[in-house]
């Protein structure tokens, strides 16, 4: 096993499209880290990169100590589980998962019973001689998990492997990941657009944007710490209400004006265009005229064990995260209650006010 | 739908079937009629002529053309007068009628169309032109019109018209009223009898047509014997046979008049005996038409069963939801035009194709058959096309050239795996173009290039002529269809190699497959359909090669026969040498080794890859 470093990687593809930008970041010896982002933010490009799929523009890839930035994927030592499996549908699973060793001269011997011993380990001993088309969705991917594990590679490298099941299964592999995480101790980097995924999978987090890094830290520290606007709205389903406002020094206090509310502030430092954040568990709602101001109902949503409502506060969109069934009208005029530990302060362009 | 309704529609489906069925019927038997006219008219033209003088001369002065005048009447008026003589016949002499002079005359153009035309339908008499005696100008014209024969109120007689009609009455009723007993075989069964009635009919004429045509041929033969002019004393049987077409004469014994059939070497025969001199019999000769009327029997069993299949489609119709109806209808709409197109151009080659095998067919006429008789010979095509040395050699010659197939395959893969490489660039672009533009231009053009090519001393490939050198004229061809295909290939295998995903060549990437590897055990597998496809389609293609063999070589050079291939071997039997039968079984025979080829490859290669 072995850390992985990226320095200051750039990746401008041949139509001129930019897709990294001086991108940092290390991965430590045996650490899970997710690369989290929406769809064309270079989540992939970075994976592609580390395997040698793709030559980065500017910047170094280290695995180990070892500068691997021009060398090819077969002499990096690092596996790749992708999207859709690839599986080499024309070999049955015990040749896919052999695939790797043949490549690498190991002995017959060896990985006949290397490849049993993971198929066993992954529950794919009876399926060994099927066709991958013969498989299941799960075991397909569990077959494209042992071609992995199989070589014991120096770091494992997923892109969305689980995006393509449904719902329950996914909950089940994810499970089945982080057990192998932690019994191989590997090095894993896993990229998804799923913050469920990334927060219930990942030790840290890499939040990517337009080939950027936003943030990297623990699931609880880029929730509850976002680097950034983008961090904050992406972060949480829903994301956090960012509302665009104004700060005011009044009799009563500081406050900032956004829309029709008015909520009093213990900043003491700042005045004039800001971005007030609030994630929707903490707003609530009472009687009209008694929060810090009052919105028209937009939308119900019973959920079950919570309910949102989309509120418009003067203008500017707000969500609340309500437990329970909640009484509310469509239509309806409400007061807005904030939770005033609970506020996060931008300036205009998105960097948090300390 | 009520029982009236349906008595309306079995009655009306019945009528018509019968009308349409009726209607074919009479027209079978006018074209019989037409056709005895046409027949009898060329004769009575042939007998004018043979017995009609030219103009008197002065001794010593060459013939004058045409005929005498005064002669030609009198023979004209003589063939009215002639007993027993079944037409009305009038011979024009230009435009002028000579028997009736006061019937209308010809006009000059239709002694013009002669030239174009053999012999025209006109007015309701076969009008057939009468030529001077060098059988060179049109000097007349001879007008058939056949009296009409009596004919019976109902197809075939009362014997199967009566119990036709009972039967389709009854079924009529029972279909009126639902009973399942009669409903459908009686209703069949009528058609039937109709059908064959009306066959009987058509039969009938077709016999009649060649009995008349006999009857009048004799009274002619006869009068011809004692008018052919002197100096002989006793007239030559030559000239006697020089007046009929598509008929022999041949001395006979003495014996009834009336047509008669015969076989004669296993041939029907229509036979009348002639009298010709004191003493002398002949027997003339000819192909009863009867003997080829097969094909009306299908045509009018059709047009008789159109009842009862307008009953079932209407039982059908009112099973089925309408919805359903209006789809089916739909269908068959569509596929009508597609089907007819498969049935006129595919499957009716194919059965003529089936029939021409089994029977001797040459184009020239062989003996007084009519062109279109071809006799039943049975597999004795096959045989003699198997014992043909020459089978040997064009199947040799093909298979040999068909080893250029995986040559320009594996070519074609080469290249298209390395221009799948660089997918940008006009210089791909160029070389892609270049590669494919010989299988698109065309094949003679293409042909004709290499010619040059390959000719002693052009542009210089050798210094021989590679053409027409037996060892190296089939090499030529290979190195030519190679050239020609390898672009057609390459391009189905780019198309190929593009849906091969990405991820299976990245993940061999990663698990750490070189160059080779990648190909031999992720690419090559998975291309293996279209591998196949390219392979079977190319050697399918080589076997039915015969452009470049056609405008090279034609099979050449000889006598080795180098480069005959199947099918231009197939060509030859049939246009060289006139044998359709012979050249219908080899290919027939060749379809058979296609067949045969097609499905050991399908079955050697054929493993599908499934795209998980």
């Known amino acids: 096993m072995a850390s992985v470093a990226l320095r200051r990687l750039s990746k401008v593809f041949d139509g001129g499209t930019r897709a990294l930008h001086h991108l940092s970041l290390d991965v430590r010896d045996g650490e899970l880290l997710v690369l989290l982002g929406p769809s064309g933010s270079g989540k992939t490009t970075v994976l592609r990169c580390i395997a040698g799929l793709e030559e980065p523009t500017s910047g170094d890839v280290l695995i180990g100590d070892r500068l691997v930035t021009h060398t090819p994927p077969a002499e990096r030592d690092v596996a790749m589980v992708f999207q859709n499996h690839a599986l080499y549908p024309h070999l049955s699973v015990r040749e896919n998962i052999a695939f790797p060793l043949e490549m690498r001269g190991v002995a017959h011997a060896q990985i006949a019973r290397r490849v049993v011993e993971t198929a066993e380990r992954l529950g794919l001993g009876d399926v060994l001689d099927c ?27 997923f892109d969305e492997p689980l995006s393509s099941l449904d719902a329950k299964l996914r909950s089940e592999l994810r499970a089945e990941l982080l057990a192998l995480h932690r019994s191989l101790s590997a090095t894993m980097i896993y990229v998804t657009h799923d913050q469920t995924e990334a927060m219930t999978m990942g030790q840290r987090i890499g939040i990517l944007h337009e080939g950027r890094l936003r943030q990297v830290g623990t699931p609880a520290e880029v929730y509850e710490r976002p680097a950034d606007v983008f961090v904050a709205r992406f972060m949480g389903s829903p994301g956090m209400n960012v509302l665009q406002g104004r700060g005011r020094g009044t009799e009563a206090g500081r406050v900032i004006e956004v829309g029709s509310l008015v909520v009093p502030v213990e900043l003491s430092t700042y005045e004039g265009e800001l971005q007030l954040g609030i994630r929707p568990e903490h707003v609530g709602l009472c009687a009209a005229g008694k929060g810090v101001g009052n919105a028209d109902v937009l939308i119900v949503e019973p959920l079950g064990s919570e309910t949102l409502v989309h509120l418009n506060a003067g203008g500017q969109g707000l969500v609340a995260r309500l437990h329970g069934f909640v009484d509310v009208r469509v239509g309806t005029r409400v007061g807005v209650k904030v939770d005033r530990r609970r506020l996060y302060l931008f300036d205009a362009a998105g960097a948090p006010l300390a | 739908m009520s029982w009236r309704g349906w008595a309306a529609a079995a009655t009306a489906a019945a009528v018509v079937a019968a009308t349409v069925t009726l209607s074919v019927a009479r027209w079978a038997e006018s074209r019989y009629e037409r056709a005895f006219a046409f027949r009898i008219a060329a004769t009575t033209a042939a007998y004018v002529a043979a017995v009609t003088p030219s103009p008197p001369t002065r001794r010593g002065s060459p013939p004058l053309p045409g005929y005498y005048l005064p002669q030609l009447l009198t023979q004209a008026r003589a063939l009215r007068t002639l007993p027993g003589w079944t037409s009305e016949v009038e011979v024009y002499h230009g435009t002028a009628p000579l028997v009736d002079a006061t019937a209308p005359p010809l006009s000059p153009d239709d002694l013009e169309r002669f030239e174009s035309e053999g012999g025209r339908w006109r007015d ?59 409903r459908r075989g009686g209703y069949a069964a009528a058609a039937l009898l109709f059908g064959v009635a009306a ?153 003529f194709a089936l029939y021409l095998a089994v029977h001797r067919w040459t184009g020239g006429r062989a003996s007084i058959d009519p062109p279109a008789v071809r006799p039943l010979v049975g597999l004795a095509n096959f045989a003699a096309a198997l014992r043909d040395p020459l089978t040997w050699v064009s199947l040799r010659n093909t298979a040999l050239y068909s080893l250029y197939v995986p040559i320009s395959v594996a070519i074609a893969l080469a290249v298209a795996v390395a221009l799948s490489r660089y997918r940008r660039g006009w210089g791909v672009r160029v070389l892609r173009t270049a590669f494919l533009l010989p299988y698109v231009a065309s094949v003679v053009a293409v042909a004709l290039v290499w010619q040059r090519i390959l000719q002693a001393g052009s542009l210089g490939l050798g210094r021989s002529d590679w053409l027409s050198n037996p060892n190296t004229a089939l090499l030529a061809l290979m190195l030519l269809s190679l050239w020609a295909h390898v672009g057609g290939q390459m391009v189905v295998f780019l198309a190929g190699l593009q849906r091969i995903p990405q991820a299976y060549l990245d993940a061999a990437r990663i698990d750490g497959a070189s160059g080779w590897q990648r190909f031999w055990r992720i690419t090559f597998p998975l291309l293996r359909p279209v591998t196949l496809f390219v392979l079977v389609t190319g050697i399918v293609g080589a076997f039915q090669v015969f452009t470049y063999v056609y405008v090279l070589t034609r099979g050449g050079p000889f006598p080795q026969y180098s480069t005959d291939v199947l099918v231009h071997r197939i060509y030859q039997t049939a246009w060289g040498s006139q044998e359709f039968g012979a050249a219908s079984a080899l290919s027939l025979l060749f379809l058979l080794l296609l067949l045969v080829l097609t499905l050991a490859q399908l079955r050697l290669l054929g493993r599908q890859v499934e795209h998980a």
Request: charged share 25%; hydrophobic share 50%.
């Open chain 2, 124 to 182: 309701g008499a076969a009008l057939v032109p009468l030529k001077d005696r060098e059988g060179r100008e049109v000097v007349g014209a001879v007008a058939v019109r056949p009296r009409p024969m009596p004919r019976g109120p109902l197809p075939g007689g009362i014997g199967f018209a009566l119990p036709a009609a009972l039967l389709a009455v009854g079924a009529a009723a029972a279909i009126a009223f639902r009973q399942r007993s009669l």
């Open chain 1, 131 to 157: 066709r991958p088309a013969q498989l299941s969705e799960g075991q397909r991917q569990r077959a494209a998990l042992a071609r992995a594990v199989v070589r014991g590679p120096q770091a494992f490298l």
């Open chain 2, 199 to 351: 066959y009987a009919d058509v039969r009938a004429a077709a016999q009649r047509s060649t009995d008349r045509w006999l009857n009048d041929t004799r009274l002619l033969l006869q009068e011809a014997a004692t008018r052919l002019p002197a100096p002989r004393s006793r007239v030559a049987m030559a000239d006697l046979a020089a007046l009929i077409r598509d008929a022999e004469l041949v001395p006979g014994e003495p014996a009834e008049s009336a047509p008669r059939r015969v076989r004669i070497d296993g041939k029907r025969r229509a036979v009348a005996s002639v009298l010709i001199g004191p003493g002398r019999w002949v027997e003339l000769r000819t192909v009863p038409e009867e003997a080829y009327t097969t094909g009306w029997s299908a045509v009018l069993l059709a047009c008789a069963f159109l009842g009862p299949f307008a009953i079932l489609a209407l039982r059908w119709a009112e099973r089925t939801p309408r919805r359903q109806r209006r789809e089916t209808a739909i269908a068959w709409g569509f596929l009508a035009p597609a089907g007819l197109h498969l049935a006129i151009f595919s499957l009716g080659p194919l059965l």
